[in-house]
């Protein structure tokens, strides 16, 4: 839908309809003395309904982009609209609201809590929100059911399987239902079988008309699994298509 | 949020368990420490708190307390007795002496002699016999920590002889006494007997113990007393403080159980920072999850004090507890008879235990809040 009639990133305003929309964005560190860029100026567009895939070397900035995009790392320059929100010029605490409300996280490690069991790590959101205990839970099991472990409810995460535990988080990633869900490298740790099925679990759960959902990763196994691949290179994104490009 | 940070703690029941040890702790520390030191002091009034029906004590210029005193002529009796607003007044000797016991032992003693006519001077309740007893020949009272010393074996002290300066000395009675600074053995009287004990110079009226009218404060009286007689006049209240004040200024007491007090605090605070520090390394990556996902450093805040809190009222309260049982199973032991923890006492350790969880739940809050929730994907 987005760019069939005009493409907006050439004219740098940001189409209504983008999900998320970045515009000059570049990211410095400091290393000592120097100053190192990591990103040059990213202008991009990810649409909801879509899973998109960010790849790219080790080091060529994909976790510093998709920290960006998701609102936990302030770009040097530029400007992120999420839905239509221009989020780093919300207030520190808007901007902490706005994540719990509109954005689900499935991280590498999962950071699950080891002494609460799978379906109170799985609510974690929905308590953050202020939502009744036993109401978190009772959704919460609901979405472990939808990811086919609502028997492991109970258990706290180290009587959990690897992949059971992914599993539970990728349930607290998309109990809020959240309309942006972003992943780094889900299946990195993950034989190919296993990683095809969290693809799978993650197509059926996480994309939607209206929500996105990004994923970082550099695991070629998978990459016919995509909607879109964005290539990023030193920093740039030198690639925008359905395949992979030839050579990689 | 703050029954998942109480969670996060419990779960961990090594850190949970060592950080209430500390606190409990820096609170059995605190509170025992300062408690003996309280009671301990306070012996320094126990004197004059064993004879409660004296408003005023008179005595000489140049005393200070009940031990620390200098003989009066014997005619500051009739001075003390011709002040308006005095309702009695009666003669009170206090002296040093050595006895002998029955096993031939020597123990220096506190002789107390008592006025003859009113007994006004003895402690008001006997654990055996009664103040009758005094009125048969060479009759003395021994208070029952004197009993402890001189009687290890448990042996009834009752009819028991001693020599007291070459004198003879039957006791008769056991009084109810709160025991002196020192534990000395005290012996009670009758002020005739006692000077015969005390082997004498011409003045040996120690003080003159005064009634007041009714209508006349002590404080008044006191006043009057000075002006009139030139003697120094001293209300009961006052007495007691100057022999708590004289132990304060005269012993290396208030440092040594303040240094171990302020050991008390350092040690919680090494324990409890040391362990909450590991506690919170350990949860750090959970703890930048939640600020990713959504939760704000205000609310991080809460949890961490509510993590502090929970560790703080369980720690605090088993060190009261275990104050309480230690004061209680040496209750039978005379050195701490009456001994009771002043309000005030739990609550100097509620605030040190506050002060400790304050201090280091904010050094551990500190690092929480400088995580960057982008370290996260990390
Ligand atoms: N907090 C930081 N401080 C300094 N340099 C950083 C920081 N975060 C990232 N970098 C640097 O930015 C560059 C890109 O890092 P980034 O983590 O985005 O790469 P990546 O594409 O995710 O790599 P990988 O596939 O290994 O995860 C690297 O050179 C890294 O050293
Ligand atoms: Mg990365």
């Not at chain 1, 879509?50 to 998709?66: A, F, Q, R």
């Not at chain 2, 940070?5 to 520390?29: E, N, P």
């Not at chain 2, 309702?87 to 009170?92: D, F, L, N, Q, T």
């Not at chain 2, 309260?317 to 049982?325: A, C, D, F, K």
Request: with cysteine.
């Amino acid at each position: 839908m987005s760019g069939v009639l005009l493409d907006t990133s050439a004219i740098g305003g940001c189409n209504p309809a983008a999900a998320i929309c970045t515009r000059g964005v570049t990211r410095d560190f400091k290393a000592g003395q120097q100053t190192i860029t990591v990103l040059h100026g990213i202008d991009l567009d990810v649409r909801s309904g879509e899973l998109t895939y960010l790849v790219g070397e080790s080091g060529s900035g994909k976790t510093t982009l998709i920290s960006i995009m998701c609102g936990i790392l302030w770009p040097t320059l530029g400007e992120v609209k999420v839905f239509g929100t221009d989020i780093y010029s919300l207030g520190d605490t808007e901007l902490v609201e706005f994540r719990l409300k509109n954005i689900g996280f499935i991280f590498q490690q999962y950071n699950l809590i080891p002494s609460i069991d799978a379906a109170s790590n799985a609510a974690v959101p929905l308590i953050a929100q202020g939502v009744d205990r036993n109401e978190a839970r009772e959704r919460a099991v609901a979405m472990l059911e939808r990811l086919n472990i609502g028997n492991q409810a109970a258990k706290l995460p180290n009587q959990l399987s690897g992949g059971q535990q992914q599993r539970v988080a990728i349930a607290r990633a998309l109990v809020h239902e959240p309309r942006l869900v972003v992943c780094d490298e889900p299946t990195a740790a993950l034989d190919a079988a296993s990683g095809r099925r969290v693809m799978d679990l993650l197509r059926d759960v996480a994309v939607a008309a209206d929500r996105a959902c990004i994923i970082v990763t550099h695991d070629n196994r998978i990459f016919d699994l995509a909607d879109r691949i964005l290539v990023l290179e030193d920093g740039r994104i030198t690639h925008d298509g359905k395949h992979m490009p030839e050579g990689h | 949020m703050i029954w998942i940070a109480i969670r996060m703690l419990t779960g961990d029941g090594q850190k949970f368990y060592g950080l209430v040890f500390g606190i409990a702790f820096s609170t059995l520390l605190i509170t025992q420490q300062l408690t003996i030191f309280v009671n301990l002091i306070e012996r320094g009034a126990s004197s004059v708190y064993n004879v409660p029906t004296a408003d005023v004590w008179v005595m000489d210029e140049v005393s200070r307390t009940t031990d620390v005193n200098y003989p009066m002529a014997s005619t500051a009796l009739d001075r003390v007795r011709s002040v308006p607003g005095v309702e009695w007044a009666v003669p009170h000797l206090r002296a040093g002496a050595s006895v002998r016991s029955g096993d031939g032992d020597l123990e220096g003693v506190s002789i107390v002699g008592v006025d003859d006519a009113t007994l006004i001077g003895l402690p008001l309740r006997m654990v055996t016999g009664s103040a009758d007893v005094l009125s048969q020949p060479d009759s003395v009272i021994i208070d029952d920590v004197g009993v402890a010393r001189l009687f290890e074996d448990g042996r009834s002290p009752i009819e028991e002889r001693l020599e007291l300066n070459d004198q003879r000395a039957v006791i008769r009675a056991v009084a109810d006494a709160i025991p002196s600074f020192t534990s000395q053995v005290t012996l009670y009287t009758k002020y005739s007997q006692a000077l015969r004990y005390v082997p004498g110079t011409r003045n040996r009226l120690s003080f003159v113990l005064v009634g007041a009218s009714p209508g006349v404060t002590a404080g008044e009286l006191a006043t009057r007393i000075e002006a009139a007689t030139g003697l120094r006049a001293r209300t009961r209240d006052q007495f007691a403080r100057d022999g708590v004040d004289f132990i304060i200024q005269n012993t290396g007491i208030p440092l040594n159980f303040g240094i171990t007090v302020a050991l008390g605090f350092i040690v919680g605070v090494a324990i409890v920072g040391l362990t909450f520090s590991l506690f919170i390394r350990d949860n750090i990556k959970q703890f930048g999850a939640l600020k990713a996902i959504g939760v704000t450093n205000a609310k991080i805040g809460r949890m961490v004090a509510a993590q502090a809190g929970l560790v703080g009222l369980i720690g605090y309260g088993l060190g009261v507890v275990g104050t309480v049982l230690f004061i209680w199973s040496f209750s039978a032991n005379p050195t701490f008879k009456g001994f009771y923890i002043p309000w005030q006492i739990p609550l100097i350790s509620l605030v040190a235990v506050a002060l400790i969880l304050a201090l280091t739940g904010w050094l551990a809050l500190r690092n929480v809040l400088r995580t960057e929730p982008a370290s996260v994907f990390r």
